[in-house]
């Protein structure tokens, strides 16, 4: 990004993260230096905003630099799609989990964060459409997914990461384990076809996720057109999901109980509408979703790996 003549927008979401160590627009932009001259500022004001500003305004930009959380993200990234601007995505991570920034190895102090936009190559990277959605790295269902968005914001704010784990695990884990129950899918995937009763699902571009559950590194690349695919069925206790988190850590997919595949192309139908989280945020209940993987939809500043093609 070290050319002068690039225009640069900023979306800045204050509400993100943690309020103690969330970064003011100032101190941000301030870390862009020269850069700072050809930066415009623009803040969020309520959920969905980021993704309105970047497809209204993102075709103006050369850079499209998303501050806030791996929602703000989404958003960003999905108004870009929507609107059809090829802007390079730069993000400063201060959400309450930064999964995503975590997983590309975008560093999550600020200062860091700004010097990868500024000196790092644009990545390609690959973005799932999720019927008229987009989402950059994890989508899922069952037991769970009302974590992120039944936690309040302002819980977020103070606590960060340890707000889902106090909603999740000492607020809602034993009614959800008391209403476990498997949901009819018939899951169409690159050619193929499974129907079975699942509890848990998720359609993923991430080597880890909120620390639940990692991937082998040679099974993950960013841009290689596929998604990892992870389902879980048969389980004859509530109590058994945590030896199957336990399996799913050390990788041990046995196909009965835990089904491990990758596909570019899936289609989800439900016996009834099913919630899910997209990057995080809740979709709202679907009974049918389609969700389709764009290899090098977005390109997005972080450093090089090898989990890149």
């Not at 970064?23 to 993704?51: C, N, Q, W």
């Not at 730069?90 to 920034?101: E, K, V």
């Not at 009819?184 to 193929?192: A, K, L, P, T």
Request: net charge neutral; with cysteine; charged share 25%.
């Amino acid at each position: 990004m070290a050319a002068q003549e690039k225009k640069i927008l900023m979306i800045y979401n204050p509400r993100a993260g943690m309020t103690v160590r969330r970064p003011k627009a100032g101190e941000i932009l301030r870390e862009f230096g020269s850069d700072a001259e050809k930066t415009d500022v623009m803040a969020t004001a309520y959920p969905g905003h980021a993704g309105e500003l970047a497809a209204r305004f993102g075709k103006d930009y050369d850079t499209v630099v998303c501050c806030g959380g791996d929602g703000t993200l989404n958003e960003v990234v999905s108004g870009l799609r929507r609107a059809g601007a090829a802007a390079d995505v730069g993000y400063i991570p201060f959400g309450s989990t930064n999964d995503f920034a975590s997983n590309v190895g975008i560093p999550t102090k600020m200062p860091d964060a700004v010097r990868t936009v500024r000196t790092s190559e644009a990545r390609a990277c690959d973005v799932a459409d999720f019927n008229d959605r987009s989402f950059t790295y994890i989508a899922s269902f069952g037991p769970g997914v009302s974590v992120s968005y039944s936690t309040p914001q302002r819980v977020k704010n103070v606590l960060g990461y340890s707000a889902y784990m106090l909603n999740g695990f000492g607020l809602q884990l034993i009614p959800t384990m008391k209403a476990l129950k498997p949901k009819h899918i018939r899951v169409e995937y690159d050619g193929n076809v499974l129907e079975d009763d699942f509890y848990f699902g998720t359609v993923s571009n991430t080597l880890s996720a909120a620390g639940m559950f990692k991937f082998r590194k040679d099974e993950v690349r960013f841009n290689d057109g596929k998604f990892e695919v992870v389902l879980i069925r048969k389980v004859r206790t509530p109590f058994q999901i945590f030896s199957l988190l336990k399996k799913m850590r050390r990788h041990e997919y046995d196909g009965e109980t835990l089904v491990h595949f990758q596909a570019s192309k899936l289609r989800f139908t439900f016996e009834k509408p099913e919630s899910w989280t997209l990057d995080g945020e809740c979709s709202g209940p679907v009974d049918q979703v389609q969700i389709d993987v764009k290899n090098n939809a977005v390109r997005i500043f972080c450093p090089d790996s090898e989990y890149f093609l």
